[in-house]
């Protein structure tokens, strides 16, 4: 399995190689070279498999030879025996054809864990192969930077730079970043919005010495192995619901886009995708590209579902190769012409082509709060706002056949946002016993101005006082 840019001009590499990277050299994002795919047979005999068995077979293709199978199989099993519930991603019925499939069960409460759990081994891995020690730099609105601390934390190989808008982030969220104190850890609250941390952490990647001196790697959805590790819940939930022989719909929402992508992914596998629902809040740019081919940047506001407030979408990219039939010199002057003008005039082909598959759906903060009460009252179920806009968006825009199911993301614990679940319901949900004293941790963490040279000061400190140590 070889993996290409985007972009064109960065060359091929394995799967080892782009987990490393994260980035590539000329700004683009990997893809696979070729996607795999599976027979109607090979998904039917997938049915039943306990989620660890069922994502080593999922993701190994996506390996090649850079990892073999019995490995990929140990390091899964590892990975989700961490999860707090027997089935790691649980289907839970809301009504008679929509489902929460709970993504929050890892150790840090958000759907990021099922992808970072696995990360932390793979680099092991990788590293220890190799001989070499690398520095992950991440942005964060939110729930990535506390899964990729929890996945990372004192492994010897890695250093760890998480920066996170300040004051943008829930208290749960921040919390979860700031009082792990190992020493591989480096958390920085940036004055700016999620759009600007993430620029930040692209900058960095695109200093070409800084990133050869640093080894920079990535663990945001712009590192494939994330969207891999993603995949195999999308599958699992279709597989319990009659899949291959019944399709399926999904409403996920999303900000960065790349957990509706791995949506994509598991359909391009041959999953039978009957829809692909975007959520959003009031920063719907995702929304308004589906609804009316407008791709423009607007302000960033601050929402009830902070992992959502977005504006520029990363894997948004990936999406745009494929649509632009694979053509690099395309999807790179498209992304060009979006980083100097704020606009994407996609051409109307390619968005037709986006809509006969994708939906997208927008809704505020007054709405989700009637949401959350809405799922409460109805089915007893407690969900957090980013989960209550994929629910509304599942009810909105579920497929015209009654038989398809639609399965919602729900993608945080309701007591990672105990604010909206309390103003919406009255209840203020409690933290589960490994994370009750977490209002009391002390935390550690700078403020840093929103400006490429002081953050890059701010890494090499870090990195510099652990090769010391």
């Known amino acids: 399995m070889r993996y290409i840019s985007t972009r064109g001009r960065a060359a091929p590499r394995d799967f080892e190689g782009v987990l490393l ?3 590539a050299e000329d700004g683009g994002l990997f893809l696979p070279e070729t996607w795999p795919a599976l027979s109607t047979a090979e998904w039917r005999a997938l049915r039943g498999l306990p989620y660890a068995e069922l994502s080593a077979r999922l993701i190994h293709p996506f390996c090649g030879d850079a990892l073999p199978f019995e490995a990929l199989r140990a390091m899964t099993g590892a990975a989700y025996a961490r999860f707090g519930h027997p089935a790691v991603a649980p289907l839970i019925q809301l009504d008679h054809r929509t489902f929460a499939l709970e993504l929050f069960h890892g150790p840090t409460l958000a759907f990021k864990d099922l992808a970072m759990q696995l990360l932390g081994p793979l680099f092991d891995h990788a590293l220890a192969r190799r001989g070499e020690r690398v520095t992950i730099v991440g942005a964060t609105s939110g729930d990535t930077g506390s899964a ?9 190989a890695l250093d760890v730079v998480i920066l996170h808008p300040l004051g943008r982030t829930s208290e749960v969220q921040r919390r979860q970043m700031t009082t792990v104190l ?9 004055e700016g919005d999620f759009d600007t941390c993430q620029d930040l952490v692209k900058g960095m990647f695109n200093d070409a010495p800084f990133r050869t001196e640093q080894r920079l ?18 599958a699992y939930a279709a597989l319990a619901l009659g899949a291959p022989d019944r399709p399926v719909a999904f409403s996920v929402p999303t900000g960065n886009f790349g957990n509706v992508f791995a949506a994509w ?9 009957a829809r692909l629902i975007v959520g959003a809040n009031r920063n719907d740019i995702l929304a308004r590209f589906l609804a009316a081919n407008d791709m423009s940047v607007r302000g960033v506001e601050a929402s009830l579902s902070p992992s959502m407030d977005i504006q520029v979408s990363s894997n948004f990219e990936r999406l745009l190769f494929e649509l632009l039939d694979r053509d690099p ?3 790179e002057a498209q992304m060009l012409r979006f980083r100097e003008e704020g606009r994407m005039p996609v051409p109307n082909a390619a968005w037709r082509r986006a809509t006969t598959l994708f939906r997208g759906f927008t809704l505020d903060d007054d709405a989700t709060l009637a949401e959350i009460r809405r799922l409460k009252d109805t089915a007893g179920y407690l969900a957090d706002p980013h ?12 497929p015209e056949d009654p038989g398809v199911p639609v399965v919602v993301a729900a993608t945080a614990h309701p007591a990672k946002f105990p604010d909206a679940v309390e103003k919406a319901t009255g209840a203020r949900p409690p933290l589960p016993p490994a994370l009750a004293d977490l209002y009391g941790r002390e935390e550690r963490y700078a403020v840093l101005a929103p400006d490429l040279a002081e953050v890059e000061a701010g890494v090499r400190a870090h990195t510099r006082r652990n090769v010391a140590a």
């Open 265 to 273: 992914a598991a359909r391009r596998m041959g999953l039978p995708v």
């Open 182 to 190: 190992s020493p591989n850890i480096r958390n920085f609250a940036v």
């Open 148 to 156: 990729a601390i929890e996945a990372c934390r004192d492994r010897e």
């Open 21 to 23: 990277a994260g980035l």
């Open 329 to 331: 010199a395309a999807t």
């Open 217 to 234: 790697a990535a663990v945001n959805s712009i590192n494939w192995a994330r969207i891999a590790a993603q995949i195999p819940y999308y």
């Open 387 to 398: 989960t209550a806009i994929g629910t509304a968006a599942a009810r909105a825009l579920a």
